[in-house]
C-alpha cells in the first residue's frame, strides 16, 4: 500500500529544523546589524568581539542543524542519504513522487485507464455503461472534446448495449 502522508514524527522534525534555521538566520543576522550599526565604536572591544564571535557561531550553528533537521524531516531518514537503501529511499519520498509524477498516474487511475496495458495486466472490470457516458459527459463539459468527438464516442458506447 502506498503511503500518502509524511509521518508526525517527520514533519515534527520539519518544523523543529524551521524554527532552528529561522533562529538562527535572525541571530545571525542580528549580530551583522550590530556590527555594521557599532562600526567604529571601540569602546570594550574584546569584550564585545567575543560575545559577538560567540553569537555569530551559533547563530550559523543553528542555521545548518536546522536545514539538516528540515531536509531528513522533508525526505526522510533513507530519502536524504543518510541511510543507503533504495527500498526505504523510495518509501520515504513516496509523498513527493505522488505530487510530482505521481499526478498523472493518480488521474489516470481515476479516470480507470490501464496503464498497466500489455504489462503486470491488473484486471480492471470495464466500468458500466451509465458510468462511460458520465464521464464522457464530463470530458466534453470541460472542453476537452469536441461536439463530433462527443456524438461519435457516445454512439459507440450506446451501440455495445
Known amino acids: 500500500m502506498a503511503r500518502r502522508d509524511i509521518s ?7 518544523y523543529l529544523g524551521l524554527i532552528l534555521t529561522g533562529g538562527g538566520v535572525l541571530l545571525f543576522g542580528g ?3 550590530g556590527s555594521v550599526l557599532n562600526f567604529g565604536n571601540f569602546s570594550n572591544f ?5 560575545t559577538i564571535g560567540v553569537a555569530a557561531f551559533i547563530g550559523i550553528a543553528c542555521i545548518l542543524v536546522g536545514t ?3 531536509v531528513v524531516g522533508a525526505r526522510g531518514v533513507a530519502g536524504s542519504g543518510l541511510v543507503l537503501d533504495p527500498r526505504k529511499a523510495r518509501e520515504d519520498v513516496e509523498p513527493w513522487s505522488r505530487m510530482t509524477g505521481g499526478v498523472v498516474k493518480d488521474a ?3 479516470a480507470g485507464l490501464d496503464l498497466d496495458a500489455g504489462g503486470k495486466g491488473s484486471a480492471r472490470p470495464e466500468p458500466a455503461f451509465d458510468e462511460r457516458l458520465r464521464k464522457l459527459h464530463q470530458l ?3 472542453g476537452i472534446l469536441t461536439k463530433e468527438e462527443y456524438e461519435r464516442e457516445k454512439a ?6
Open 8 to 14: 508526525g514524527q517527520r514533519k515534527t522534525l520539519y
Open 31 to 33: 549580530v551583522m546589524l
Open 46 to 50: 574584546t569584550g564585545r568581539a567575543q
Open 68 to 70: 539538516f533537521l528540515r
Open 108 to 110: 489516470a487511475e481515476e
Open 140 to 142: 466534453h463539459k470541460d
Open 156 to 161: 459507440e458506447i450506446l451501440d455495445e448495449i
